[in-house]
Nanobody, 118 residues
Framework: QVQLVESGGGWVQAGGSLRLSCAASGSMFSISVMGWYRQAPGKERELVAAITSGGMTNYADSVKGRFTISRDNAKNTVYLQMNSLKPEDTAVYYC????????????WGQGRQVTVSS
Protein backbone atom coordinates (compact mmCIF):
# COMPACT_ATOMS: atom_id res chain seq x y z
CA GLN A 1 0.00 0.00 0.00
CA VAL A 2 1.33 3.42 -0.97
CA GLN A 3 1.17 6.25 1.53
CA LEU A 4 2.10 9.86 0.85
CA VAL A 5 3.02 12.00 3.84
CA GLU A 6 3.27 15.72 3.21
CA SER A 7 5.06 18.29 5.32
CA GLY A 8 5.96 21.94 5.12
CA GLY A 9 3.76 24.79 4.00
CA GLY A 10 2.12 27.13 6.50
CA TRP A 11 1.75 30.88 6.51
CA VAL A 12 3.87 33.49 4.79
CA GLN A 13 3.59 37.08 3.65
CA ALA A 14 3.36 37.87 -0.04
CA GLY A 15 6.75 37.67 -1.70
CA GLY A 16 7.98 35.03 0.71
CA SER A 17 8.93 31.40 0.18
CA LEU A 18 7.77 28.03 1.44
CA ARG A 19 8.69 24.45 0.67
CA LEU A 20 6.50 21.39 0.61
CA SER A 21 7.78 17.83 0.91
CA CYS A 22 6.02 14.56 0.15
CA ALA A 23 7.50 11.29 1.34
CA ALA A 24 6.18 8.15 -0.32
CA SER A 25 6.13 4.65 1.10
CA GLY A 26 6.09 1.52 -0.98
CA SER A 27 8.03 0.59 -4.03
CA MET A 28 7.91 1.99 -7.56
CA PHE A 29 8.56 5.58 -6.49
CA SER A 30 11.55 5.94 -8.76
CA ILE A 31 9.49 5.09 -11.85
CA SER A 32 6.42 7.06 -10.83
CA VAL A 33 5.29 10.39 -12.13
CA MET A 34 4.71 12.67 -9.16
CA GLY A 35 2.63 15.81 -9.00
CA TRP A 36 1.53 18.67 -6.80
CA TYR A 37 -2.05 19.91 -6.99
CA ARG A 38 -3.87 22.62 -5.09
CA GLN A 39 -7.43 23.47 -4.23
CA ALA A 40 -8.58 26.89 -3.09
CA PRO A 41 -11.94 27.40 -1.34
CA GLY A 42 -14.78 27.18 -3.82
CA LYS A 43 -12.51 26.13 -6.66
CA GLU A 44 -11.65 22.85 -8.33
CA ARG A 45 -8.42 21.06 -7.66
CA GLU A 46 -5.79 22.05 -10.21
CA LEU A 47 -2.39 20.79 -11.27
CA VAL A 48 0.49 22.93 -10.05
CA ALA A 49 3.50 20.94 -11.21
CA ALA A 50 4.51 17.42 -12.17
CA ILE A 51 7.79 15.56 -12.58
CA THR A 52 8.55 12.34 -14.41
CA SER A 53 10.86 9.59 -13.26
CA GLY A 54 13.52 11.05 -15.53
CA GLY A 55 13.18 14.55 -14.14
CA MET A 56 11.11 16.20 -16.85
CA THR A 57 8.85 18.85 -15.37
CA ASN A 58 5.61 20.58 -16.23
CA TYR A 59 4.14 23.66 -14.56
CA ALA A 60 0.88 25.54 -14.52
CA ASP A 61 1.28 28.88 -16.23
CA SER A 62 0.37 30.67 -13.01
CA VAL A 63 3.43 29.32 -11.17
CA LYS A 64 6.06 29.17 -13.91
CA GLY A 65 9.24 30.92 -12.87
CA ARG A 66 8.21 30.95 -9.20
CA PHE A 67 7.74 27.30 -8.22
CA THR A 68 10.16 24.41 -8.67
CA ILE A 69 9.32 20.73 -8.39
CA SER A 70 12.10 18.27 -7.71
CA ARG A 71 12.55 14.73 -6.48
CA ASP A 72 15.05 12.62 -4.56
CA ASN A 73 14.55 8.99 -5.52
CA ALA A 74 16.96 7.82 -2.81
CA LYS A 75 14.63 9.35 -0.23
CA ASN A 76 11.35 8.57 -2.05
CA THR A 77 10.51 12.23 -1.70
CA VAL A 78 9.21 14.94 -4.00
CA TYR A 79 9.49 18.64 -3.21
CA LEU A 80 7.78 21.85 -4.23
CA GLN A 81 9.81 25.01 -3.66
CA MET A 82 7.53 28.02 -3.81
CA ASN A 83 9.07 31.47 -4.18
CA SER A 84 7.58 34.92 -4.74
CA LEU A 85 4.32 33.70 -3.25
CA LYS A 86 1.14 35.61 -3.94
CA PRO A 87 -2.17 35.70 -2.05
CA GLU A 88 -3.77 33.80 -4.93
CA ASP A 89 -1.45 30.87 -4.19
CA THR A 90 -3.38 30.31 -0.97
CA ALA A 91 -4.82 26.79 -1.09
CA VAL A 92 -4.55 23.28 0.24
CA TYR A 93 -1.71 21.57 -1.63
CA TYR A 94 -1.84 17.85 -2.38
CA CYS A 95 0.86 15.46 -3.46
CA UNK A 96 -0.10 12.84 -6.03
CA UNK A 97 1.57 9.66 -7.21
CA UNK A 98 0.26 8.73 -10.61
CA UNK A 99 -0.57 5.10 -11.22
CA UNK A 100 2.25 3.07 -12.74
CA UNK A 101 -0.01 0.60 -14.56
CA UNK A 102 -3.68 0.38 -15.63
CA UNK A 103 -4.54 -1.90 -12.72
CA UNK A 104 -3.38 0.55 -10.10
CA UNK A 105 -4.97 3.62 -8.63
CA UNK A 106 -3.58 7.12 -8.22
CA UNK A 107 -2.49 7.97 -4.70
CA TRP A 108 -2.98 11.26 -2.86
CA GLY A 109 -1.49 12.85 0.19
CA GLN A 110 -3.61 14.33 2.96
CA GLY A 111 -3.02 17.93 1.92
CA ARG A 112 -1.12 20.84 3.43
CA GLN A 113 -2.46 24.35 3.91
CA VAL A 114 -0.51 27.20 2.35
CA THR A 115 -1.68 30.68 3.26
CA VAL A 116 -0.18 33.81 1.72
CA SER A 117 -1.18 37.12 3.26
CA SER A 118 -1.05 40.42 1.42
Amino acid sequence: QVQLVESGGGWVQAGGSLRLSCAASGSMFSISVMGWYRQAPGKERELVAAITSGGMTNYADSVKGRFTISRDNAKNTVYLQMNSLKPEDTAVYYCKRYRTNPYETDYWGQGRQVTVSS
